[in-house]
Every structure is written in C-alpha cells, then in structure tokens.
C-alpha cells in the first residue's frame, strides 16, 4: 500500500507530496499554494481520490469510505 501521494491543486496548480491517513479519508485539504480548500469531487470520497496521484488507502484495499 502506498501513504504518500502528491496533490495537484486544480485552482493554482502547486503540488505537495502528502502522507495519507491509513484509517480515514481526508475531506479537506489546504493548498499551500493558493490557501483554497480543496473539497472532494463529486463521487470521490476524498481529497487524495480526487487531487492526489495515488488514492486513499481504503480504496487501495478495495473497500468503500
């Protein structure tokens, strides 16, 4: 499993490796580019499944948030 993934804002562009939470999904995220509050995209369960390079370790496992 992988618990870094790199966010991509979609307002500024900045990317920031981040380590995810193994036992949560993360609803929000500061762009330390901008200061927007990313929010996941409809259907997504958070922002790493969104913005992120890999997603969440619950869907890694192949379970639902």
Do not use: N
Request: charged share 25%; hydrophobic share 25%; aromatic share 8%.
């Amino acid at each position: 499993m992988e618990l870094i993934s790199e966010i991509t804002c979609p307002r500024c562009g900045h990317r920031e490796r981040e380590e995810m939470p193994v036992d949560a999904c993360q609803w929000f995220y500061d762009c330390k580019g901008c200061g927007a509050l990313l929010k996941p995209e409809a259907g997504d369960c958070c922002v790493f499944c969104s913005y992120g390079t890999v997603p969440c370790p619950p869907v890694q496992q192949g379970k639902c948030c």
